[in-house]
Antibody, heavy 119, light 110 residues
Framework: QVQLVESGGGVVQPGRSLRLSCTAS????????MDWVRQAPGEGLEWVAV????????YYGDSVKGRFTISRDNSKNTLYLQLNGLTAEDTAVYYC????????????WGQGTLVTVSS | QSVLTQPPSVSAAPGQKVTISCSGS????????VSWYQQLPGTAPKLLIY???KRPSGIPDRFSGSKSGTSATLGITGLQTGDEADYYC???????????FGGGTKLTVL
């Protein structure tokens, strides 16, 4: 069965950095695009970024462009999100998610990892 | 402010039917497939409808999707208390080169 397990969340001070990881299993990771989606406490879903199956294409949401970087290691079945220049507005649960392509629906979601930006 | 517009809440009695609308524009809903997600309290979202009106395996036919022009609709019949959740529409926006979601609709089954 498809499993996506996020890690790396925690409490971080404003302006600092954090790297999230998502380990995939139960499917051929290198065949799928992967997304990061976040959800601030009590708020709706906000798409963060997507990377194509081979890493050649990536897109970002406007609120994170220039600060966050999505990457993947297909040999390790792992997706990453590097978060730089964090602000309180970045506080959210970050979900890793699988998609059929960069512009396609998300069919599986991880359970999420909480990032709290606070001094 | 979300690119896609959904009503904040809807409600109906058990056994009844409800529809949730999702309004967008020519660069997103009209040009691309729409998907719908269910988020039960305290859990991750789950795919409910993809490609406007297709159901993944395991999703009961009480759930349906449709699209017309720049709007999409999720329908749920035979409402159950277990359907109480937040529902989100999503699609690709060709102008933004981004995935866009609606703000979410909270369904209450009275």
């Amino acid at each position: 069965q498809v499993q996506l397990v996020e890690s790396g969340g925690g409490v971080v001070q404003p302006g600092r950095s954090l790297r999230l990881s998502c380990t995939a299993s139960g499917f051929t990771f290198s065949n799928y695009a992967m997304d990061w989606v976040r959800q601030a406490p009590g708020e709706g879903l906000e798409w963060v970024a997507v990377m194509s199956y081979d890493g050649s294409t990536k897109y970002y949401g406007d609120s994170v462009k220039g600060r966050f970087t999505i990457s993947r290691d297909n040999s390790k079945n792992t997706l990453y999100l590097q978060l730089n220049g964090l602000t309180a507005e970045d506080t959210a649960v970050y979900y890793c998610a699988r998609a059929c392509s960069t512009n396609c629906y998300i069919d599986y979601w991880g359970q999420g990892t909480l990032v709290t930006v606070s001094s | 402010q979300s690119v896609l517009t959904q009503p904040p809440s809807v409600s109906a009695a058990p056994g009844q039917k409800v529809t949730i609308s999702c309004s967008g524009s020519t660069s997103n809903i009209e040009s691309n497939y729409v998907s719908w997600y269910q988020q039960l309290p305290g859990t991750a979202p789950k795919l409910l409808i993809y490609d406007n009106n297709k159901r993944p395996s395991g999703i009961p036919d009480r759930f349906s999707g449709s699209k017309s022009g720049t709007s999409a609709t999720l329908g749920i019949t035979g409402l159950q208390t277990g359907d109480e959740a937040d529902y989100y529409c999503g699609t690709w926006d060709s102008s933004l080169s981004a995935v866009v979601f609606g703000g979410g609709t909270k369904l209450t089954v009275l």
